[in-house]
């Protein structure tokens, strides 16, 4: 997985695009779980195109379903090298307060990760932290990112008072605030 995500980042390295890695895979980069799922890219939305141009060039693309609860802008799958890529920018998604919405912008990296030489782009987790909370059965991943910010300490909570900003679920915000204290 981390050769095809190399491969990807080189093939993106000359195009001046604001991208990271998310979900399961950048969960796995702090060792909050072993075996990631797929690798998940979240990409600003004006970039969104031509990343897809560019992924599209290099990898298999995939049948998208769109489904509830999800709201997000642009949505692709592809398959390079048999991994599943899910490319992902406008991420949104419909809750029972509304809708939240990360937009991926470059305050969004938050560190890099060399791998092969290149440096990777990754999200924070405490933006994963709100998107896993929103996301069906993804909660338990959420509580995963939470026992690491208590032991670890949050490293960017102006990313979590950003999210407080938008609609929320009470449950939600109210898990954000104690982590804030």
Avoid at 94 to 123: F, M, R, T, W
Avoid at 140 to 158: D, H, S
Wanted: aromatic share 10%; charged share 25%; with cysteine.
């Amino acid at each position: 997985m981390l050769k095809t995500l190399s491969f990807i980042a080189d093939k993106l390295s000359d195009h001046n695009i604001t991208w990271g890695v998310g979900g399961s895979l950048l969960l796995s980069f702090y060792k909050i779980i072993d075996k990631p799922n797929d690798i998940d890219i979240l990409v600003d939305e004006a970039n969104a195109t031509r990343l897809n141009e560019i992924i599209s060039s290099i990898g298999r693309t995939k049948e998208v379903i769109r489904t509830n609860p999800f709201r997000t802008t642009y949505f692709s799958k592809y398959s390079i090298n048999e991994i599943d890529i899910d490319i992902m920018g406008g991420f949104a998604i419909h809750h029972n307060e509304g809708v939240y919405k990360l937009s991926l912008q470059q305050e969004s990296i938050v560190d890099y990760e060399k791998i092969n030489g290149l440096d990777i782009p990754l999200c924070s987790l405490e933006d994963w932290y709100i998107l896993y909370w929103l996301i069906p059965n993804k909660q338990e991943k959420a509580i995963l990112i939470e026992k690491y910010l208590r032991t670890n300490g949050v490293k960017y909570p102006r990313l979590l008072e950003e999210a407080m900003k938008q609609s929320l679920p009470l449950e939600v915000k109210k898990r954000v605030e104690k982590l804030l204290r």
